[in-house]
């Protein structure tokens, strides 16, 4: 039989169990406790007898010490079974079976990040023991107090980074409050409330964060508060950090969803120890210039120094044209620009001509000289401050520039400098883009950052930011919806839907009521189509090749019905050719499986494309090639979408045509079916006996 468990609890007033029950009382003597509690927090659990006497029995002689010292062995071993303390010659050893710490516990919990940690906090460290001439044992009681809180302090203000880095930033205060509680005077977490109030919007919030520090420091310690969080005061007063917007601009969407993209990206941010290279990759309108533009926002707040430049397509065969952009966008007016090398300095003039007013240029020998030149640049601006290069279609920029961009940082491994890049996905990069990828991980530190569609949680949580005229509970569902159904998850597209709603609700009496109860899908959008979302979709689909384009407008006219053979027998491609634009509109989020179909990528692709990609009479051409080609075809949506395309064209039979869709799906209890084939009926009616007939064929669906 092993010896009896023993639990010592050292977090609050100190106590301890043995099986799980009261132990006897001269187990909590104080001394007893005391050497316990010692022996089980000392490395290997174990003290010799000399440090021993001189922690508990300082004042005493050492004969008198060393009989207490024996005694209290002698009265624990009779508690605690023999086995308990054990005796390795001048040394005392705890034996660690059965035996449980809660310090150690606290420290394993703090050590894998893990917030119920803190529940093993039930006071300071052997909260209001003390032993009466034990100078030395006091003194070790205050440092593992100070050590201890410091522990839960570094917890919580690691879960507040994280908070802050999905932009959750009431979460980040509230943390960041909890760790003042247990330190008072820590600055960082002073520091990082005040961030998060800052980009949470509440300025106000931030700087009463501030004074209250300044007011605590001056209080308890008369010191003020150190240049680092007062200068960061200043940037969130005078508001410079924050993206210059037009004055009737509309407010910035929020940084909904996305919790691991967004962790990777700000946690990249945050104080690399050298260079640092972060790519956002995604598809037209996922994000990712809002991304970037938040990313410039942080390092602004964060003191740093911020050089920006937007590439356009016309720009990639035009050798450092993405460095002049980047010298212009903010890194001409750096501090510590003036300490640079004059070498450097000359030779940079001799491609960046705004240079050449301070300095004589010479014009470089090759790329190498130019990247020892920037690197003399950064490395000199490092000194004063960090710097962020925030390059917006990274895909089209200059071939010398990003070589250059990626040599630097092995010239300068010590400096504070990120780069930050967005691509789109799908456009093939160029060689020095692909090897700067590609070193990313491996000899270049930074992270990768991929943006997905948003899901339909994601679209719920941004038509709940956004949509707040639209009545919370099922209505707002039913909108969140409707949205995800409309944009695909497009990020662009839903935020431009969700304001263009907005601001028709606004314009009317009572609060927008769309879409309607029951007709989700169906009902036509309440606004005209933003030309901002047509133009994004039409660049989108002229950058395919032409089958893919061809394939793209001929799907467009069938709406939702996407059959790659009804497809090829239309466009006169041949089915090979059709399955292989299919293919490449996948990859490019055109188009997505649903269950054993492709389906459009939301609602607003085929509108957009039909509409801006064809002229009225390639449409009505390919309407009578599909009403042709759907003749005897058997399957029940194919038929309707054949009615449908008569009614369109006014065909003499369409009324007819659709009557049996609906006659049909009646039977077949296809509901929605019979109701879609009705409405085209309807619409189709020519005649009395028309309208009779299908109002006799719902009576009878009745």
């Known amino acids: 039989m092993g010896i009896p468990s023993l639990e010592v609890r050292c977090l609050g007033p100190p106590s301890a169990r043995v099986n799980g029950q009261e132990p006897p009382a001269e187990v909590l003597w104080r001394k007893h406790l005391a050497l316990l509690a010692y022996l089980a927090l000392s490395p290997a659990r174990s003290r010799t007898r000399d440090h021993l006497l001189g922690l508990l029995w300082p004042e005493s002689p050492e004969e008198k010490a060393r009989r207490s010292l024996n005694e209290a062995v002698r009265t ?77 302090v570094g917890l919580l203000l690691a879960r507040a980074e994280e908070q802050l880095a999905v932009t959750r930033y009431i979460e980040a205060v509230a943390l960041a409050r909890r760790a003042l509680s247990l330190n008072p005077y820590a600055e960082r977490a002073w520091s990082l409330g005040m961030r998060s109030a800052a980009l949470d919007g509440d300025t106000a919030g931030a700087l009463a964060l501030y004074h209250e520090f300044a007011q605590r420091l001056e209080r308890d310690l008369g010191e003020p508060p150190s240049a680092a969080i007062t200068a960061l005061a200043g940037r969130i007063r005078e508001g410079k950090w924050q993206r210059a917007r037009p004055g009737r601009s509309l407010p910035e969407p929020p940084l909904v969803g996305r919790r691991d993209a967004h962790a990777r990206l700000f946690a990249a941010l945050e104080r690399p120890q050298g260079p640092a290279y972060v790519i956002i990759a995604g598809d037209q309108g996922s994000g990712r210039t809002r991304l970037l533009q938040a990313s410039a926002e942080r390092l602004r707040l964060a003191g740093a120094v911020v050089a920006g430049a937007r590439i356009l397509e016309s720009d990639h065969d035009a050798p450092w044209s993405t460095l002049r952009a980047l ?251 059709v399955d292989a634009a299919f293919d490449r509109l996948e990859r490019e989020r055109f188009l997505v499986v649903e269950g054993e179909r492709y389906a459009f990528n939301g609602r607003l692709l085929p509108a957009v494309i039909e509409r801006e990609c064809m002229q009225a009479g390639g449409r009505r051409r390919l309407r009578q090639q599909y009403i042709s080609a759907l003749e005897g075809r058997d399957d029940i949506d194919l038929q309707l979408l054949r009615a449908r395309l008569m009614a369109v064209e006014r065909h003499p039979d369409a009324f007819q045509a659709a009557l049996c869709v609906a006659e049909r799906a009646t039977s077949l209890g296809a509901t929605r079916t019979a109701e879609a084939a009705g409405r085209i009926a309807e619409r189709a009616a020519g005649s009395e006996a028309e309208r009779l007939a299908l109002a006799s064929l719902r009576r009878r669906a009745t």
């Open 76 to 152: 624990l071993r009779l508690a605690l079974g023999n086995e308990r303390l054990v005796s390795r010659g001048e040394a005392i050893e705890i034996n660690p079976e059965g035996l449980q710490v809660d310090v150690r516990d606290f420290e394993s919990l703090c050590t894998d990040g893990q917030m119920r940690a803190l529940d093993l906090l039930r006071g300071d460290f052997l909260e209001g023991f003390h032993i009466d001439q034990s100078p030395a044992f006091d003194a070790w009681v205050e440092s593992e107090r100070a050590r201890l809180r410091e522990l839960a």
């Open 327 to 577: 010298m212009r966008g903010g890194l001409l007016e750096a501090p510590g620009l003036a300490a640079t090398d004059p070498l450097a300095l000359r030779l940079l003039a001799g491609i960046v001509p705004d240079l050449a007013a301070r300095v004589e240029p010479l014009v470089p020998n090759d790329a190498a000289q130019v990247a020892d030149a920037v690197a003399a640049l950064l490395r000199a601006v490092t000194e004063e401050r960090p710097v962020g290069l925030f390059i917006d279609d990274a895909q089209w920029a200059d071939g010398p520039t990003l070589a250059v961009l990626r040599a630097v940082g092995s010239r300068v491994r010590d400096a504070a400098i990120t780069v930050v890049l967005t691509i789109a996905a799908g456009d093939e990069p160029s060689a020095e883009l692909r090897a700067l990828l590609a070193g990313i991980g491996r000899d270049i530190s930074g992270a990768e950052v991929r943006l997905e569609p948003f899901t339909a949680e994601e679209i719920v949580a941004l038509t709940e930011a956004m949509a707040p005229w639209c009545p919370v509970g099922v209505e707002r569902e039913r909108l969140a919806r409707r949205v995800l159904h409309e944009s695909g998850g497009n990020p662009f597209l839903a935020v431009t839907l969700l304001r263009d709603l907005g601001q028709t609700a606004s314009q009317r009496e009572g609060l927008l009521e769309w879409p309607d109860a029951g007709s989700t899908y169906e009902a036509d959008l309440p606004i005209t189509l933003p030309g901002v979302v047509r133009s994004v979709l039409v660049a989108r689909a002229m950058k395919l090749d032409p089958d893919g384009l061809a394939v793209l407008r001929v799907a467009s006219v069938a709406g939702g019905v996407l059959d790659p053979t009804l497809i090829a027998d239309v466009s006169g491609l041949g089915r090979e050719r």
